[in-house]
């Protein structure tokens, strides 16, 4: 599809990596936010305008071959309105359940994927009984709006649960929804708590966090990036590692993820990349298991380090997917790979570029306390010796939370 033209809602840095990987192939990427210096706009067309204006939409999408989005939370009413001009992919269905971790909760039971219990909290007189439900420690997640741990409070007492609960509940009313990672309106609707009330979730003894990233084709056909090995900091995505050491190919539980991310990806019709993270825990009997927390219907931050460290990124393969383009071969280009973040602050540039084999990438967002501007990515044909250059790696990027 020789100079094809892809529409991206959200200007982030998602859209910002999807140009980038459009140009090698002659794809045009065009993308809408609400701020006029949003990340893709050193890559690509950008138009500044809310997402719920109608006018802006049309400018988007008119003239593209297809719609994506860059970010989950985007109203069915905002896809509607682009598939009036250009075909959307993923489908609207795929986001309107990973907008709400209790859909979410319900598709992965009805697929027969584990997960953590959880019981759903809609009014102050339910907290009792999903905390019976779920058990002491739980936490408490709003179903809408949640990202990078935000939206979620740990309680260990039935007192905390109904303190959190009418926190959580009563933040519904707070304002206008926020992009994420924006400090201005996205104008999505919806509101600062998320709206549709709250799970509460038990709490897992977690051995280790890991995530799976599929793309799937328009005619079904699926293929699957390692499983990685993700360490999270106040809920932000610290540093990721693939293959994940903790989960060997060939593995009883690498072919539970796989196939995890395969039936979403049927049962959705999905088209383009998927993303699922989950638990890593012990059943009773201490045997290992995984329970899915949740999915991402998008290009994802554990799959950053694809670029540099597998045959085709997760960028390129979503662009083939909605275009009807070939998949690329999804397997690691080098033994390992790694990827460290950058959060809320930049190290001096020489230091960073002073890593052998660093592959830096800036987001051109403005350092601010929580805020992702950039990552790093490490490959190494010995996992062992990957992991070790990684940790040093950590230890010259400092946090700003």
């Known amino acids: 599809m020789p100079h094809a033209t892809v529409g991206v809602l959200g200007g982030g840095q ?160 707070s304002g206008p929804t926020f992009r994420p990672d924006t400090q201005s309106s996205g104008g999505v609707g919806g509101s ?73 990806a049927t049962s959705l019709g999905y088209v383009g990349v998927l993303a699922v993270e989950f638990f890593l825990t012990s059943d009773p009997s201490g045997q290992p298991r995984l329970l899915a927390n949740e999915m991402a219907p998008r290009v994802h931050n554990t799959g950053h380090w694809t670029i540099e460290g597998a045959h085709t990124s997760q960028f390129e393969n979503h662009l083939r997917a909605i275009l009807g383009l070939p998949l690329g071969a999804t397997d690691m280009a080098t033994g390992s790979a790694g990827m460290v973040n950058l959060v809320g602050t930049i190290p001096p540039l020489a230091q960073l570029l002073a890593v052998p084999g660093a592959h830096l990438h800036l987001y051109a967002k403005a350092p601010r306390p929580g805020r992702k501007v950039g990552h790093v990515t490490l490959c190494d044909p010995d996992p062992d010796h990957l992991t070790r250059r990684v940790t040093e790696l950590e230890a010259i990027v400092p946090w700003m939370l």
Request: aromatic residues 2%; glycine residues 8%.
């Open 192 to 264: 600062g708590g998320g709206g549709g009330g709250l799970i509460a979730d038990e709490m897992v003894a977690l051995d280790r966090e890991v995530s799976i990233i599929a793309v799937r084709a328009n005619d079904g056909e699926i293929r699957t990036y390692p499983v990685t090995e993700n360490i999270h900091e106040r809920g932000i995505l610290r540093r990721s590692i693939a293959p994940a050491p903790s989960i060997p190919e060939g593995s009883l539980l690498h072919a539970q993820a796989i196939e995890a991310v395969r039936s979403i």
């Open 14 to 173: 998602l859209a910002q990596m999807l140009a980038q990987a459009a140009s090698p192939l002659d794809i045009r990427v065009r993308s809408l936010d609400t701020s006029g210096d949003a990340p893709a706009a050193s890559v690509c067309q950008l138009i500044t305008g809310r997402f719920d204006d109608p006018d802006a939409i049309r400018q988007l999408a008119s003239g593209c071959d297809v719609v994506t989005c860059e970010f989950e939370n985007v109203p069915a009413s905002v896809l509607e309105a682009a598939a009036k001009h250009a075909p959307v992919h993923p489908l609207p269905r795929a986001f309107a359940v990973a907008q709400d971790r209790l859909l979410e909760r319900q598709l992965f039971a009805s697929l027969g994927i584990q997960t953590p219990r959880s019981a759903p909290i809609d009014t102050i007189d339910q907290v009792a009984s999903a905390i019976q439900a779920v058990g002491l420690p739980a936490i408490l997640k709003t179903r809408r709006m949640g990202y990078d741990g935000k939206g979620q409070r740990v309680v260990r007492t039935l007192q905390e649960a109904h303190a959190a609960a009418a926190s959580l509940l009563g933040a519904h009313d």
